[in-house]
């Protein structure tokens, strides 16, 4: 049967996309190569709770998130107040109010204890270098600012989104603003004007953001099939039907053949370059060249009574990749999140990731290697000492698209082939922003170059 349209990847761009084509009338199939849908939205067991093991919140500075959650009836919470740290010069230290990485509050920073005398010297005297066309977020804020500021706080940051390193990652497209201020003059000057707000920065569902893509999918009116990985898509343009789409789907032995009007890559770069390989040779090379960081991330539950009290006021800490430990954050789920911790008094859980674009090394340990690296990181940095009741590995194998400098450039490219192709659309985190806000809105972006194209 031929369908209106056929959406590849199941991940959240996918099913948002989806969704929104479902609710327009066209009749929508839904394609997941692996055997559920959500991609790096997803839950766990550890100890007997479900937590997340995958992306664990959402901005809640920028609409997207917040209105799918409302579209599908979902409740969203906030972090407790517990405050993050930074592992920095032999403690843990407040992480400092910042723009990734540059200080709204020199004194604060100051007092922080996070850059070294000469490092917050330097930080002070800023330094005016010009910036022209994109440049990396390393190199932006170590021209104004220092090396010590990038290493000690852009690169955990940063890190912590992209796991990747500041001086590759595009400013044009992970942090636009701080391009625009280097462009108009003062960093410092500018971002301690920015207007403070109390308004939560993050949201999350109760019980997880590994919830969410079940929500998508119930009343989305589209069709899902999991376990269905396509491998390749031509145009056809077969007589009555119309021009539109064939998708090979399946193994390679029982392959079957989907024919769509319009099809929806939300597929990571890779697969999406693959699929596009004979269809826009041009476009599929710029996506092919649009390099991914492996990560992981290691659940572990222990005893309440093992954990120090202190940590409880603490929602976790971030290591600047100077500091040469494994781990690269810990999140401490139990004190960021009520929910976890209301799951059970007795139990708390808590998160470290390992792995930066790079380094694949540090995650070609074991299981057991990770969560052993993991604890004794936590040893040392946290004082948690204790053995934990339960562990769990996710990996995530080429999971964050690294936005190189020179990107946005790069998706308009893909973008304009794209377009130029009859009911023909790509979406995902490896376009406008990794985070979910940034996805699902690069899906409504899909869903509407299909339907203006009809
Ligand atoms: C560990 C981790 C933590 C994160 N934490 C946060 C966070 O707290 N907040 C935040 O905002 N963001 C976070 N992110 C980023 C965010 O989760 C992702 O960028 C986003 O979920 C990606 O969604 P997507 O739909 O573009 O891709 P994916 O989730 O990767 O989905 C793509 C889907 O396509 C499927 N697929 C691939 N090839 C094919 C094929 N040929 N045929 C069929 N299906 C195919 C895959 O199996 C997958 O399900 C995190 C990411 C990771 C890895």
Redesign the pocket.
């Known amino acids: 049967m031929r369908r209106d349209v056929v959406v ?7 099913l948002v996309a989806a969704r929104g084509l479902a609710a327009t009338g066209r009749d929508v199939l839904l ?4 055997p559920q ?5 997803r839950s766990a067991e550890v100890a007997g709770l479900t937590v997340d093991v ?6 809640a500075r920028r609409p997207e998130g917040l209105a799918l959650a409302e579209e599908v009836g979902a409740e969203v919470v906030h972090p407790t107040p517990a405050t993050s740290a930074v592992w920095s010069r032999g403690a843990l230290r407040a992480l400092p109010r910042s723009l990734m990485g540059v200080p709204l509050d020199l004194d604060q920073l100051a007092g922080s204890g996070v850059l070294s005398p000469g490092g917050l010297a330097r930080a002070r005297a800023e330094t005016g270098t010009a910036v022209d066309d994109d440049v990396s977020v390393g190199d932006l804020v170590a021209g104004r600012l220092g090396d010590e500021l990038v290493e000690r706080l852009v690169e955990p940051l940063l890190g912590g989104v992209y796991a990747g390193h500041a001086r590759r990652i595009s400013a044009a497209a992970a942090v636009p603003q701080l391009l625009a201020m280097a462009r108009r003059g003062s960093l410092l000057e500018q971002v301690a004007d920015l207007p403070t707000s109390t308004a939560p920065v993050f949201a999350a569902l109760p019980g997880g ?1 590994g919830r969410l893509p079940g929500l998508v999918v119930d009343g989305g009116g589209f069709e899902v099939r999991t376990s ?4 390749a898509l031509r145009p056809v343009t077969s007589g009555r039907s119309g021009s539109g789409w064939a998708l090979t789907v399946g193994p390679t032995t029982g392959a079957e053949t989907v024919e769509a009007a319009a099809v929806v890559l ?3 770069a890779a ?1 999406t370059a693959r ?1 596009l390989g004979d269809v826009l040779p041009d476009a599929a090379a710029e996506l092919g060249a649009v390099e991914a960081a492996s ?1 992981a ?1 290691v659940t572990l539950a222990f005893r309440a009574q093992d954990v120090p009290d202190a940590l409880f006021d603490r929602s976790g800490f971030l290591v600047p990749p100077v500091e040469r430990r494994t781990i690269k954050a810990s999140t401490f789920s139990f004190a960021k999140w009520a929910w976890v911790r209301d799951l059970d008094p007795d139990v708390v859980v808590l998160r470290t ?1 390992l792995g930066r674009h790079g380094e694949e090394a540090t995650l070609q340990a074991g299981d057991e290697g990770l969560v052993r690296v993991s604890l004794a990181d936590l040893a040392a940095m946290a004082g948690i000492t204790a053995r934990p009741v339960d562990t769990h590995v996710q990996r ?1 194998g080429g ?2 698209p690294q936005y190189a400098v020179g990107h946005l450039d790069r998706v308009a490219r893909v973008r304009a082939s794209v377009a130029a192709q009859r009911g023909l659309a790509v979406c ?3 376009y406008d922003g ?4 940034a ?1 699902i809105g690069s899906a409504r972006q899909a869903v509407a170059s299909v339907t203006r194209a009809e």
């Open positions: 590849v990847g199941g991940g959240i761009a996918g394609l997941e190569g692996s849908v959500g991609g790096k939205l995958g992306a664990e919140a959402m901005l953001m269905a990985t396509v491998r939300a597929t990571p697969a699929l990560v991330v990731s995530w999971a964050l995902g985190a490896s990794v985070g979910i806000p996805v």
